[in-house]
């Protein structure tokens, strides 16, 4: 079995920053690509960022030179630093990888829980 526990959602002011981490646990063998996503209550989820198992990264243009994703592959996490947060940023944050799990043949998308960010003043 395989989990996601993402965290680091909270309430922030216009401006000011956030770090969102992502933990995968279980019986892994091996994680390609991780991201975050997010998503209105009520329509799609939508790519924010994803970064590879080599580090290439990607984000949605609503984010570029303000978001960064990284990973940290001997700890099997993911994580995101979001400065320069805007209101519009609000909304919950999945993260995602996609896992190959020992003694299987093919990998599987698993997804976090989701953590509420909340930009406010």
């Known amino acids: 079995q395989v989990q996601l526990v993402d965290s680091g959602g909270g309430l922030v002011q216009p401006g000011g920053s956030l770090r969102l981490s992502c933990v995968a646990s279980?019986?892994?063998?091996?994680?390609?690509?991780m991201g975050w996503y997010r998503q209105i209550p009520g329509k799609q989820r939508v790519l924010v960022a994803t970064?590879?198992?080599?580090?290439?990264?990607d984000y949605a243009d609503s984010v570029k030179g303000r978001f960064t994703i990284s990973r940290d592959n001997a700890k099997n996490t993911v994580y995101l630093q979001m400065n320069g947060l805007k209101l519009e940023d609000t909304d919950v944050y999945y993260c995602?990888?996609?896992?190959?799990?020992?003694?299987?043949?093919?990998?599987?998308?698993?997804w976090g829980q989701g953590t509420q960010v909340t930009v406010s003043s």
């Open positions: 279980g019986s892994i063998f091996k994680i390609y690509t």
């Open positions: 970064i590879t198992e080599d580090g290439n990264t």
């Open positions: 995602n990888a996609e896992i190959l799990q020992h003694g299987y043949g093919r990998s599987f998308n698993y």
